[in-house]
């Protein structure tokens, strides 16, 4: 912690029970230190903040309101829960987050009871929250159940399902909705703050209840239109009418920076005892710093950086990252085919469609968080003739694997799958992690399944999908920089199905798919210093693979060693069957691939994480030993 931040009250503050014993007045001076904390420490490790900023006083107030973690408090995505960790006991291991070994950037039920259900992913926050409410009624509790979801996570079809649930349900279950870009509709001042402590109040939720047991007693006609002009009257001053649709009572909008406007409305949803409750909250992303304030996209994810000027001290790496091979590349295919357009799901930036976009503004699609549109969306456009890039990391596409299947690969449509993030993202940790792509597409009849080796294969294979249109095909590529390869001018077309051989050997063949390659080098030119020539080939495509080439390398070679970062079931076990079927282990041929361990791998250094895996060359040395039954020798070379 800085030597020079003074923070009397959050230092007396171990946990929300310590927070509720201030007196409401101390409340505005708390959150102004849990926000000097909070900068502070994320600008020695880095990490999320901007969301976090914004939720500083929501954060505060519910903690001071609600009797957490009795009462379930649910952050959706986790980005916005940092000032959260402050209040719940983990404020001294905050200069760890998201560093090996320390707290995880997101909300995780192992690390805290006040952390009630974990996120990675966005808008499930409502489904949870339900589950959670149905579970104490069921049990015959009478704790409050609170899910907090940004305005970004409401775009996702999921969050309305649930929605629509809970008021079909009638479940007693409220919704803080951190509208922080104003997206629905702006607080306007005092009179809004009025509206919303009468609306939530307990006189006029009686009053209201009172005139809904008058009107039942009405005709049809005479009830339903009394309860259209009540809902009409206060969605005309609060903008909730959408809302209300879906079954919840809505509150808001109110300032959620305003500790004066959230503590009472928070206060009398609390002990307003039916029924699910919408309380709509306007926030600033990144308030309270400057440098946040008036660049929100730039600060919601950040490097170190330095708390006086905001200046960041992310590392400029000598070769391109691959996003931007990937960005670059489709630009360069867009401005030969005026045909291909780019979707993301919310991620420009992350993604590197933010470029495409400026160029072609009307090739290029945000859909918000919404994968499984974002499919589907693209099957329509390949449906007319176009040649639709999804672009979205490997994480979040598993969240649209139904209409992977259905709408684009048994129709054979060619959308083609940029999938950004694959194998292990370092401090995102599992939620994140791009594991499961290959495992999930590859068994898919007539999807084509490739993986770079290094910026210059991403760049080919960009070219490639750009002129495949027999079907869907997709490349995978991850994190960070290249390899610092000479890159070509343009990609080349790749011949469908077709590996490279990177050196020749006789004994030991290593079969790499994507960008272990340059550890199966190193360990191949290890392996020969021990009179185990080693040959290593480039993969490129786990679907159709390369039958030929796998056939010389299981006929040649004494042991094959089948490398890749990901899970069990991807590109080994498409070789591995293939060879089954066709014999190719009769002969004796001693196969190991190497893949994700079956765990999910908490957060750490990309690269201690691929060691840990036994993905390095290390890793690869060890199994070829071992392979040959010189176990010893094995265990010598990893000490």
């Given amino acids: 912690?800085?030597?020079s931040l003074l923070t009397p009250l959050l230092d007396q503050i171990q946990s929300p029970e310590d927070l509720r014993r201030f007196e409401e007045s101390d409340l505005r001076q708390i959150a102004d230190e849990v926000r000097a904390d909070l900068i502070d420490a994320v600008?020695?490790?880095?990490?999320?903040?901007?969301?976090?900023?914004?939720?500083?006083?929501?954060?505060?107030?519910?903690?001071?309101?609600?009797?957490?973690?009795?009462?379930?408090?649910?952050?959706?995505?986790?980005?916005?829960?940092?000032?959260?960790?402050?209040?719940?006991?983990?404020?001294?291991?905050?200069?760890?987050?998201?560093?090996?070994?320390?707290?995880?950037?997101?909300?995780?039920?192992?690390?805290?009871?006040?952390?009630?259900?974990?996120?990675?992913h966005s808008s499930t926050s409502i489904s949870a929250g339900l589950g959670m409410a149905v579970a104490r009624d069921l049990s015959k509790g009478t704790n409050n159940v609170v899910a907090v979801i940004g305005d970004g996570a409401m775009s996702a079809g999921m969050a309305y399902e649930a929605m629509n649930n809970a008021g079909a349900l009638d479940a007693r279950l409220i919704v803080i909705l951190n509208d922080n870009d104003m997206s629905i509709a702006p607080p306007t001042g005092a009179m809004s703050h009025y509206l919303a402590r009468l609306v939530s109040g307990k006189t006029y939720r009686t009053l209201r209840n009172r005139a809904k047991d008058i009107?039942?007693?009405?005709?049809?006609?005479?009830?339903?239109?009394?309860?259209?002009?009540?809902?009409?009257?206060?969605?005309?001053?609060?903008?909730?009418?959408?809302?209300?649709?879906?079954?919840?009572?809505?509150?808001?909008?109110?300032?959620?920076?305003?500790?004066?406007?959230?503590?009472?409305?928070?206060?009398?949803?609390?002990?307003?005892?039916?029924?699910?409750?919408?309380?709509?909250?306007?926030?600033?992303?990144?308030?309270?710093?400057e440098p946040a304030e008036n660049s929100a996209d730039k600060y919601h994810g950040v490097s170190k950086f330095d708390v006086i000027t905001g200046a960041q001290s992310k590392a400029k790496g000598n070769a391109p990252s691959y996003t931007s091979v990937f960005s670059s590349s489709l630009i360069q295919e867009a401005g030969e085919d005026e045909k291909i357009v780019a979707v993301n799901a919310a991620m420009p930036n992350g993604t590197g469609l933010d470029k495409f976009a400026e160029l072609y503004p009307a090739r290029s699609f945000d859909v918000g968080i919404a994968e499984?549109?974002?499919?589907?969306?693209?099957?329509?456009?390949?449906?007319?003739?176009?040649?639709?890039?999804?672009?979205?990391?490997?994480?979040?596409?598993?969240?649209?694997?139904?209409?992977?299947?259905?709408?684009?690969?048994?129709?054979?449509?060619?959308?083609?799958?940029?999938?950004?993030?694959?194998?292990?993202?370092?401090?995102?940790?599992?939620?994140?992690?791009?594991?499961?792509?290959?495992?999930?597409?590859?068994?898919?009849?007539?999807?084509?399944?490739?993986?770079?080796?290094d910026e210059a294969e991403l760049r080919h294979m960009v070219?490639?999908?750009?002129?495949?249109?027999?079907?869907?095909?997709?490349?995978?590529?991850?994190?960070?920089?290249?390899?610092?390869?000479?890159?070509?001018?343009?990609?080349e077309i790749l011949s469908i199905g077709k590996g490279r051989m990177i050196r020749e050997g006789s004994k030991v063949a290593i079969l790499s798919f994507g960008t272990r390659l340059a550890e199966a080098v190193s360990a191949a030119e290890e392996l020969d210093t021990y009179g185990l020539s080693t040959s290593v080939a480039d993969a490129r495509f786990a679907k159709p693979l390369d039958t030929e080439l796998i056939a010389r390398l299981a006929r040649e070679h004494e042991v094959l060693i089948l490398l890749e970062e990901g899970a069990a079931g991807g590109f080994a076990a498409q070789v591995l069957h293939h060879l089954a079927v066709t014999g190719g282990l009769d002969s004796g041929l001693k196969v190991r691939p190497l893949v994700m361990p079956d765990i999910f791998m908490d957060h750490g250094k990309p690269e201690t994480m691929n060691a840990d895996a036994g993905l390095d060359r290390a890793g690869i040395v060890d199994a070829v030993f071992k392979a040959l039954g010189r176990d010893e020798r094995a265990s010598s070379l990893r000490a």
């Avoid at 969605?235 to 959230?262: K, N, Q, S, W």
């Avoid at 002129?467 to 343009?490: H, L």
């Fill in 463 to 491: 070219r490639t999908a750009a002129a495949f249109d027999e079907g869907p095909i997709s490349f995978r590529y991850p994190r960070g920089n290249g390899t610092g390869v000479d890159m070509p001018e343009r990609g």
């Fill in 1 to 3: 912690m800085s030597q």
């Fill in 215 to 289: 009107t039942q007693k009405l005709p049809t006609f005479f009830r339903e239109g009394a309860r259209k002009t009540e809902e009409y009257t206060r969605g005309f001053f609060t903008g909730g009418t959408m809302f209300e649709e879906l079954g919840f009572y809505y509150v808001g909008p109110i300032d959620g920076h305003d500790m004066d406007a959230l503590v009472p409305v928070l206060k009398n949803v609390r002990d307003a005892k039916t029924g699910p409750i919408l309380v709509h909250v306007v926030t600033k992303k990144g308030k309270g710093y």
């Fill in 372 to 453: 499984q549109h974002a499919v589907t969306f693209c099957a329509g456009l390949a449906s007319e003739g176009y040649k639709p890039f999804a672009a979205i990391y490997s994480t979040f596409l598993q969240r649209a694997y139904d209409q992977i299947v259905h709408d684009v690969a048994i129709q054979k449509l060619p959308v083609r799958f940029a999938i950004d993030r694959a194998g292990f993202v370092g401090a995102d940790g599992p939620t994140h992690a791009g594991s499961f792509d290959t495992s999930f597409l590859a068994p898919l009849p007539g999807m084509v399944v490739m993986a770079a080796s």
């Fill in 43 to 120: 600008s020695q490790t880095g990490g999320h903040l901007g969301a976090g900023l914004g939720v500083v006083e929501l954060t505060v107030a519910l903690h001071y309101v609600f009797e957490t973690p009795d009462d379930r408090l649910i952050w959706d995505v986790g980005h916005q829960a940092y000032p959260h960790k402050i209040l719940t006991g983990r404020r001294e291991r905050m200069r760890t987050i998201r560093q090996e070994g320390g707290l995880s950037g997101f909300a995780k039920r192992t690390e805290s009871e006040y952390d009630p259900f974990g996120a990675g």
